[in-house]
């Protein structure tokens, strides 16, 4: 038995397929999604997304959003941001993590709307930069 899982975000659907199962950060902490799974609808933090097919696993920074697993085994993720492992451009995030913090120095002195939007950024950026930097150190 499978569980058919899609993650949509905003832009195009990253990901579409058959898996075996699905791990990922919800608000109250890491689920292992496997088939049957009691239907469920959670809030999606930003991690480090982990499923299995075939007995290999293969990582997905999301930047948060929302799951939903249904009584049909599927699990479907509305993410805000989500990129495969392979697709991160782990120079490019480092430059955003590195500026996030530079912009959070002066943001906090300023204005609070701003620095709770840098800070998101900020975690945006860490997660990517995990997510690479975990993908670089696989054989």
Do not use: C
């Amino acid at each position: 038995m499978v569980i058919h899982f899609k993650i949509i975000t905003p832009e195009r659907v990253t990901f579409s397929d058959e898996v075996d199962q699905v791990s990922l950060m919800t608000a109250s902490g890491e689920i292992t999604v496997l088939p049957q799974h009691i239907p469920l609808v959670t809030v999606l933090q930003p991690g480090e997304l982990r499923y299995k097919k075939n007995g290999e696993e293969k990582s997905i920074a999301v930047s948060g959003g929302f799951a939903e697993i249904k009584a049909d085994n599927s699990l479907v993720i509305l993410a805000d941001t989500a990129e495969h492992a392979t697709e991160i451009d782990l120079t490019r995030a480092e430059a955003a993590r590195d500026l996030a913090l530079q912009t959070m120095q002066t943001a906090v002195k300023e204005d609070h709307t701003e620095y709770a939007r840098i800070q998101a950024s900020l975690e945006k950026a860490l997660n990517r930069v995990k997510v690479g930097n975990k993908y670089r150190r696989l054989p």
